[in-house]
């Protein structure tokens, strides 16, 4: 089971009802591992040791399947209470009869007793967790809650959780390969400064950003526009390609510069 190759000529924006991401199988999480470290340079050190006591904010490995495709994302605990409030907001938002086409689909689309059955996400004291015994029950929490949202389509196919596990209308279309590494970002144009403002340095505010969806699969990575769904931009890997993070050739303190032959 797949999504046919032509349905990458029938994008929609991201929080559009009818962008067809899924497949009819379903969908599992499964954490495998609990990373957590004492400094931020451990997280770039893979010999680093891995402390049980008070470091930074432990980061939950999740593995995850969707029929013939399986594939890892990395979140925080921030990141599920995160995901956890603005679902609540979109459960309170459904309640509401506004007068939009959009609204009136999302509404007619869920029953009332999926819009009741979100799953409840237990708290704990803060991002940190100090014993193992805590840290075993925490990944048992984020687990099944994960598991519980993915099987409700009204919470699955929500934008928010879509980019919670990383998946897009280009994620499960067998053609294009295996689910590859995806995710939002934001792109700069190339060299555009904004007209008027002059500006030495490396700020942010000294070009145009905008958020893009990057998709990489085995020969080549593109990026969406997630207010439209377009494909803006394909990059093949050919033998230019190269990717440099360094400061002095991304020019911003956090960024990735990718060259190929076409750019």
Same mark, same amino acid.
């Given at each position: &089971?797949?999504?046919?190759?032509?349905?990458?000529?029938?994008? =929609?924006?991201?929080?559009?009802? &009818?962008?067809? =991401?899924?497949?009819?199988?379903?969908?599992?999480?499964? +954490?495998?591992? =609990?990373?957590?470290?004492?400094?931020?340079?451990?997280?770039?050190?893979?010999?680093?040791?891995?402390?049980?006591?008070?470091?930074?904010?432990?980061?939950?490995?999740? &593995?995850?399947?969707?029929?013939?495709?399986?594939?890892?994302?990395?979140?925080?605990?921030?990141?599920?209470?995160?995901?956890?409030?603005?679902?609540? #907001?979109?459960?309170?938002?459904?309640?509401?009869?506004?007068?939009?086409?959009?609204?009136? =689909?999302?509404?007619?689309?869920? #029953?009332?007793?999926?819009?009741?059955?979100?799953?409840?996400?237990?708290?704990?004291?803060?991002?940190?967790?100090?014993?193992?015994?805590?840290?075993?029950?925490?990944?048992?929490?984020?687990? $099944?809650?994960?598991?519980?949202?993915?099987?409700?389509?009204?919470?699955?196919?929500?934008?928010?959780?879509?980019?919670? +596990?990383?998946?897009?209308?280009?994620?499960?279309?067998?053609?294009?390969?295996?689910?590859?590494?995806?995710?939002?970002?934001?792109?700069?144009?190339?060299?555009?400064?904004?007209?008027?403002?002059?500006?030495?340095?490396?700020?942010?505010?000294?070009?145009?950003?905008?958020?893009?969806?990057?998709?990489?699969? $085995?020969?080549?990575?593109?990026?969406?526009?997630?207010?439209?769904?377009?494909?803006?931009?394909?990059?093949?890997?050919?033998? &230019?390609?190269?990717?440099?993070?360094?400061?002095?050739? #991304?020019? #911003?303190?956090?960024?990735?510069? +990718? $060259?190929?032959?076409?750019?």
């Amino acid at each position: &089971e797949h999504l046919p190759f032509m349905a990458i000529y029938n994008t =929609v924006g991201f929080k559009e009802p &009818e962008a067809k =991401v899924f497949l009819s199988s379903p969908i599992t999480a499964k +954490i495998l591992e =609990v990373e957590r470290f004492t400094s931020a340079q451990d997280r770039f050190n893979i010999t680093a040791q891995r402390s049980v006591n008070k470091s930074m904010p432990s980061v939950f490995k999740i &593995e995850l399947k969707h029929g013939e495709f399986t594939w890892l994302v990395k979140r925080k605990e921030k990141n599920f209470m995160d995901l956890h409030r603005e679902l609540r #907001t979109y459960k309170t938002f459904l309640r509401l009869p506004l007068p939009s086409r959009s609204h009136t =689909v999302k509404r007619q689309t869920v #029953t009332r007793s999926e819009v009741r059955g979100m799953p409840n996400l237990p708290r704990v004291g803060g991002d940190e967790l100090g014993r193992e015994d805590q840290v075993s029950s925490r990944r048992k929490q984020l687990e $099944d809650y994960l598991n519980n949202l993915l099987k409700m389509p009204m919470y699955r196919s929500y934008h928010a959780t879509m980019e919670f +596990i990383d998946v897009s209308q280009l994620s499960f279309i067998h053609d294009l390969g295996p689910k590859g590494l995806e995710g939002m970002v934001l792109k700069r144009s190339g060299g555009h400064r904004i007209p008027g403002l002059n500006c030495c340095g490396r700020s942010k505010i000294c070009y145009h950003w905008s958020k893009r969806w990057l998709v990489v699969k $085995d020969s080549f990575l593109l990026y969406m526009k997630p207010d439209s769904g377009a494909i803006s931009f394909v990059m093949l890997v050919d033998k &230019e390609f190269r990717i440099l993070m360094d400061s002095k050739d #991304t020019e #911003t303190k956090h960024g990735v510069r +990718i $060259d190929s032959l076409s750019r």
